[in-house]
């Protein structure tokens, strides 16, 4: 009985050596056709759909315009300078007080000048006596030609003399060239003023440049009257507006650029020295086909955007116009009410499935997702 026991279990043992192979190999055999299925699930399926933003094409009116940047300029400026040393008496302006042509600014010392024309005055007086007399004697032959005109020669030399101290007594008195604001005074009274020292510097405000340094593909364009507008970085939110009030008709051969001058009204918040970011407009068009600046395909070379049919797009190239601001001129490639893909162009390709944000699920992507769930379950 031992015997046939021990035979027993030895037959087991070769049976499920035997049978374990077989097993694993059904079991790997059975997994792949599993993940067969499952791809062709997936497959039907189909991708997922991309979500995007999209904007209609639209009609507006659209500018064409040449932008750039430039600092604001004075119409004019003059550094007031002393035409004589002396002390200041009297500082009769501040900064920032508007002056006018003339007006004296300051007072200096002017006693050696009063002495100076003083003395050439009393000079010219005595030799005007002197002629005088010697005129009625060079009538009655008693004083030579000669003699006659020295004297004469004499008096206009202390008349040029006398208008000279004169002309340095009135120095003193510092007026100003131009009318305008005090733009900065680095005197005090008491100081004591060197001749041709800047004590001054005044600024006419009353308008403001701002010069461009224009490409040359622009002269056909741009002309003297074109209207401006004018943002400056430190009064956020404001547009002035102002005018080209002259273009410079020659073209630089270095930089290949012209010069052109915007004029804008001073005197207000607009200082000059700020930075300003200027835009001409020189045609428009009233009712022009356009689309977000945004939708335009910025990685290719030729210009297009991707139009949304149905659940797909398409890229369709375009031909384009104006580019005003953040808006695009389509003149050829899209019609009116074309939806084209303002977000999520990063991820699209010609024939992609889309979803639009905002917009209810398409019936094709609800159906096909039912059907998945379906299978799914099963």
């Given at each position: 009985?031992?015997?046939?026991?021990?035979?027993?279990?030895r037959?087991?043992?070769?049976a499920?050596?035997?049978?374990?192979?077989?097993?694993?190999?059904?079991?790997?055999?059975?997994?792949?056709?599993?993940g067969?299925?499952?791809?062709?699930?997936?497959?039907?399926?189909?991708p997922?759909?991309v979500?995007?933003e999209?904007?209609?094409?639209?009609?507006?009116?659209?500018?064409?315009?040449?932008?750039?940047?430039?600092?604001?300029?004075?119409?004019?400026?003059s550094q007031?300078v002393?035409?004589?040393?002396?002390?200041?008496l009297?500082?009769l302006?501040?900064?920032?007080?508007?002056?006018?042509?003339?007006?004296?600014?300051?007072?200096?010392?002017?006693?050696?000048?009063?002495?100076?024309?003083a003395?050439?005055?009393?000079?010219?007086?005595?030799?005007?006596?002197?002629?005088?007399?010697?005129?009625?004697?060079?009538?009655?032959?008693?004083?030579?030609?000669?003699?006659n005109?020295?004297?004469r020669?004499?008096?206009?030399?202390?008349r040029?003399?006398?208008?000279?101290a004169?002309?340095?007594?009135s120095?003193?008195?510092?007026?100003?060239?131009?009318?305008?604001?005090?733009?900065?005074?680095?005197?005090?009274?008491?100081?004591?003023?060197?001749?041709n020292?800047?004590?001054?510097?005044?600024?006419?405000?009353?308008?403001?440049?701002?010069?461009?340094?224009?490409?040359?593909?622009?002269?056909?364009?741009?002309k003297?009257?074109?209207?401006?507008?004018?943002?400056?970085?430190?009064?956020?939110?404001?547009?002035?507006?102002?005018?080209?009030?002259?273009?410079?008709?020659?073209?630089?051969?270095?930089?290949?650029?012209?010069?052109?001058?915007?004029?804008f009204?001073?005197?207000?918040?607009?200082?000059?020295?700020?930075?300003?970011?200027?835009?001409?407009?020189?045609?428009?068009?009233?009712?022009?086909?356009?689309?977000?600046?945004?939708?335009?395909?910025?990685?290719?070379?030729d210009?297009?955007?991707?139009?949304?049919?149905?659940?797909?797009t398409?890229?369709?190239?375009v031909k384009l116009?104006?580019?005003?601001?953040?808006w695009?001129?389509?003149r050829?490639?899209?019609?009116?009410?074309?939806?084209?893909?303002?977000?999520?162009?990063?991820?699209?390709?010609?024939?992609?499935v889309?979803?639009?944000?905002?917009?209810?699920?398409?019936?094709a992507?609800?159906?096909?997702?039912?059907?998945?769930?379906?299978?799914?379950?099963?």
């Amino acid at each position: 009985m031992r015997h046939l026991s021990r035979s027993r279990s030895r037959g087991l043992v070769r049976a499920a050596t035997v049978l374990l192979p077989v097993l694993m190999l059904v079991a790997c055999k059975g997994g792949e056709g599993g993940g067969e299925a499952q791809a062709k699930a997936g497959e039907k399926e189909g991708p997922e759909a991309v979500p995007v933003e999209v904007a209609k094409a639209s009609r507006r009116s659209v500018s064409a315009s040449y932008t750039g940047t430039a600092p604001l300029e004075p119409l004019a400026e003059s550094q007031v300078v002393a035409k004589t040393s002396g002390v200041a008496l009297n500082v009769l302006v501040e900064e920032g007080q508007q002056i006018r042509a003339g007006q004296t600014l300051v007072r200096l010392d002017s006693a050696r000048s009063e002495l100076q024309a003083a003395q050439t005055a009393a000079q010219m007086r005595k030799l005007e006596a002197n002629y005088a007399r010697a005129r009625q004697m060079a009538e009655q032959k008693l004083l030579s030609a000669n003699d006659n005109d020295q004297l004469r020669y004499d008096l206009e030399n202390a008349r040029a003399a006398n208008r000279l101290a004169n002309l340095e007594l009135s120095y003193a008195n510092v007026e100003a060239p131009i009318s305008g604001v005090i733009a900065s005074r680095s005197i005090k009274t008491g100081n004591f003023v060197q001749i041709n020292t800047p004590i001054f510097r005044i600024v006419d405000t009353s308008r403001l440049e701002a010069t461009l340094n224009v490409p040359e593909r622009e002269l056909a364009t741009l002309k003297a009257g074109l209207p401006v507008q004018l943002a400056v970085d430190a009064l956020p939110g404001k547009v002035f507006t102002g005018v080209v009030d002259r273009v410079a008709p020659v073209v630089d051969s270095g930089s290949g650029t012209f010069r052109v001058v915007c004029a804008f009204v001073g005197g207000g918040v607009l200082q000059p020295g700020m930075f300003g970011r200027i835009k001409i407009d020189y045609d428009q068009r009233a009712d022009a086909l356009v689309v977000p600046r945004v939708a335009l395909l910025e990685d290719e070379g030729d210009p297009a955007v991707y139009v949304v049919n149905g659940d797909k797009t398409k890229r369709v190239p375009v031909k384009l116009g104006y580019v005003d601001g953040s808006w695009a001129e389509i003149r050829a490639g899209v019609k009116q009410g074309d939806q084209v893909v303002t977000a999520g162009k990063a991820a699209l390709r010609d024939g992609s499935v889309v979803q639009v944000i905002g917009q209810p699920v398409p019936k094709a992507q609800v159906a096909a997702a039912e059907k998945s769930d379906g299978t799914k379950q099963q």
